[in-house]
Each structure stands twice: as C-alpha cells, then as structure tokens.
C-alpha cells in the first residue's frame, strides 16, 4: 500500500494536476547539497518542504538521498521552520500519539526535541499520508501525551510542493 500511496503522489505530481492557485510564500521548497543549500536542485542529494498550518503549528518534510523520509511537526514555531525542525539541539525523548489525515488514523512513536519545540518521524506511512493529506487539502489531527491536541490546516499545495515530490527519489522520478 506504501508503494502504491508513494506512486499516486508522483504520478499526481508528474500529471500536473496539483493544484497552482498557492502563492509563492504558502510552501517553502528548499535543496541542498550537504548542509549547504543548493541553487540546482537536480545536484541537490537532500530537500525540504515546509509550512505553517492556519492555526499556527508548521510542518516539515525532508528527504535525503541516503537517510529516506522525515516528518516534523514544529508546534510553537520561530522564524525559519526548516532550520527549527533540523539543526536544533538538545535532548530527545520518544512520544507515542495518534496522527489523524481524513479518515486515515495511525499511532506511532515520534521523537519529541522540547528545546525545539518539535515532533519528528521517520514512520513512512504516516509521512506519505500527510503528503497526501495536504495534497487533497485535508486536515491533520495530532493527538499526543500530556500535549494539546492540534488540529491543522494547510495552504493550497503548488509549484514548491510539485519540486519536492518530483526531486525526492523516494516520492518521485529521479
């Protein structure tokens, strides 16, 4: 079902059908080349994709030639989403909470970075299933331990959102 759901979204992606009506600053598409960020993205081996939701939390998607998929969810974001969700530092802990997109419902383990203020996963079937849902315009509900829950909505995907998908060799044609 992975494979498949992983198809869809670069078939959709390749077939131009996502939606173009987003403005440039709805969803930020970022390429890198290490940690530097990159002007080619087709030299790039690692890239981001990240928003802030309308009720204020962000979300982040890497991906990375070597590593696979993440997902980051930044509760109380700062200035640059991207660079909360990956260079924090401090310590770590494992939460388990449940994840809803539509009708779909996944529980899971996340890693918790408090300092940062983020939530991140590596589970690729609840990453595939936010890119989906953000893609049809759904809503994400996360549920987490000793947490409120968080119930967000997504701009309008577009050209960054086509980029990522195509650029990442897990989602699309490279």
């Known amino acids: ?14 077939a131009g059908a ?3 009506t987003a403005s440039a600053d709805d969803w930020d598409m970022r390429a ?23 009720q204020g939390p962000g979300l982040v998607f890497v ?3 070597n590593s696979g998929m993440r997902g980051a969810v930044v509760y109380e974001p700062d200035e640059d989403l991207v660079d909360q969700a990956l260079f924090s530092r401090g310590w ?8 809803t997109v539509g009708d779909w419902s996944m529980e899971g383990r ?8 983020t939530l991140t996963t590596s589970n690729r079937s609840t990453i595939v299933a936010m ?13 987490f331990h000793r947490m409120d829950p968080m119930r967000l909505t997504f701009p309008e995907t577009g050209d960054a959102f086509t ?12």
């Open 18 to 20: 996502l939606p173009a």
């Open 92 to 99: 770590t802990a494992n939460k388990t909470g449940n994840v």
């Open 1 to 14: 079902m992975i494979k498949s759901t992983i198809a869809s979204i670069a078939m959709v992606s390749i």
């Open 110 to 117: 996340w890693v918790h970075q408090r300092r940062a203020n």
């Open 63 to 65: 991906c990375t030639e």
């Open 163 to 174: 980029s990522f998908v195509q650029s990442c060799p897990i989602t699309g044609r490279r």
């Open 32 to 54: 890198y080349t290490g940690a530097e960020i990159a002007s080619d993205s087709e030299a790039a081996n690692s890239w981001t994709l990240s928003a802030t939701s309308a």
């Open 131 to 143: 890119l989906n849902g953000v893609n049809r315009g759904e809503n994400i509900a996360m549920d």
